[in-house]
């Protein structure tokens, strides 16, 4: 009888349960590594044969070669088939240890195009992928000839970081300048876009054996960076099915993910239709599932849950067998989620039959609702929105410098 498999799953956030549970279910023996400040936090403890801890240092990053070492020894007595990055921040590490320890699955190159994002938009735009202008900040007249072609306003984006962390927005040359002298020695860490106003998107993925065999499509109500910046309530829901928005997201980041040599792995891909040209742009990928529980919203829309078939997908081609995903529906959902000024909100003013998932988190309030009706999803996230804004809504600065 053939050994079972063994998965190293990373996560450096609180998140992934679905994952660690259809991993375990699935025959695996799984390892979970993750940052010692979250040993407390509720994981799936009865599906994670081991755990593993890793410390954040002074500057909120973890020292890799302390990782390897401890891996490294971790090994002289179990295996490690594969390496799993649950969060967009893990994508790195486990692309290092893959290529250190010869583990299959993505390594370093092709896992910058899912954390870099000067990497991702220049392999985009070689590709003939649309991409809003942009400019590495290396050097100065490369920066100014950008400025000259390119009108603002623009945003400067901390190259790896996930969310609307270090984004921000700027409206003059002089403005720009100041930002970028800001920066000093940390400026090659950041890129300046055109910024281009209109509705962002995003398209949740599963690819196999290269090949994407499942995708979703929704529209963010309120763009994440305005929601971090603005203190707004985040909300997103479900792209009308057949129509030609959904047609054109799924052929973007169809050939996204195809150029960027995605093989095996959930991805949340992000684009932006333009106001002015009403054409599609790609703004960002992830080799992962998408955050701010968008999972809730593609499962309450799909009945796919992505953490779980990924998980099954994972082992499938470990295992050199086939997979295949389990039949879909098409409902419209919608999320809605707030920051909130009690720690516990009570959420029980909250009664429509068409709430499918509550948030379950302090100072959060968050709902997802699912409707045969794209209009009844529309009513109730903003009826929501009015109410939570009126007795619930709290709201917090964006953080100015990233936080990993």
């Known amino acids: 009888m053939a050994r079972p498999l063994t998965f190293l799953c990373i996560s450096t956030y609180f998140k992934g349960n679905d994952f660690l549970r259809a991993c375990k279910n699935a025959g695996n023996i799984v390892y979970l590594l993750t940052a010692k400040k979250l040993d407390q936090k509720p994981w799936a403890r009865e599906s994670v044969d081991e755990f593993f801890y890793i410390e954040e240092g002074e500057d909120k990053t973890y020292d890799m070669d302390e990782v390897v070492t401890g891996l490294a020894y971790i090994m002289r007595s179990r295996m490690i088939d594969r390496v799993v990055a649950l969060d967009d921040f893990d994508v790195e590490k486990a692309a290092l240890i893959r290529e250190y ?156 993910l195809k150029a960027f040599g995605l093989r095996h792995s959930a991805s949340h891909t992000e684009v932006i239709r333009s106001k002015d040209d009403g054409k599609y742009y790609f703004l960002e990928t992830s080799s992962r599932v998408g955050g701010a529980h968008l999972s809730e919203l593609v499962e309450a829309s799909s009945g796919i849950n992505l953490w779980k078939e990924w998980a099954k997908m994972e082992t499938a081609e470990a295992k050199g067998e086939p997979f295949k995903l389990p039949p879909s529906r098409k409902e419209y959902a919608g999320i809605i989620i707030s920051l909130t000024r009690q720690q516990w909100p009570d959420i029980s003013i909250f009664n429509d039959p068409e709430i499918v998932w509550r948030m379950d988190e302090e100072y959060h309030i968050g709902l997802v609702v699912r409707s045969k009706s794209k209009d009844k999803v529309i009513e109730l996230l903003d009826k929501y929105a009015e109410i939570i804004q009126s007795e619930y809504h709290a709201s917090a600065p964006a953080p100015d410098r990233p936080m990993h």
Not at 158 to 166: F, L, N, Q, V, Y
Not at 174 to 183: A, D, M, V
């Open 101 to 256: 320890f010869r583990i299959p699955g993505m390594g370093q190159t092709t896992g910058k195009y899912f954390r870099d994002k000067l990497a991702m938009r220049t392999k985009a735009a070689e590709s003939g992928i649309l991409v809003p202008g942009f400019c590495g900040l290396f050097n100065d007249e490369v920066i100014n000839k950008f400025l000259d072609d390119h009108a603002g306003p623009w945003m400067i984006k901390p190259r790896s970081e996930a969310s609307a962390t270090g984004i921000k927005k700027l409206h003059t040359r002089e403005e720009l300048w100041e930002t970028i002298h800001e920066l000093g020695d940390k400026r090659h860490a950041y890129l300046v876009e055109q910024f281009k106003p209109g509705d962002v998107y995003h398209v949740d993925s599963l690819s196999m054996n290269g090949r994407v065999i499942f995708t979703w499509n929704s529209k963010y109500l309120a763009p994440p960076f305005d929601v971090a910046h603005g203190g707004g309530i985040f909300r997103s829901m479900t792209v009308p099915f057949d129509s030609s928005e959904a047609h054109a997201l799924e052929t973007i980041s169809i050939d996204v």
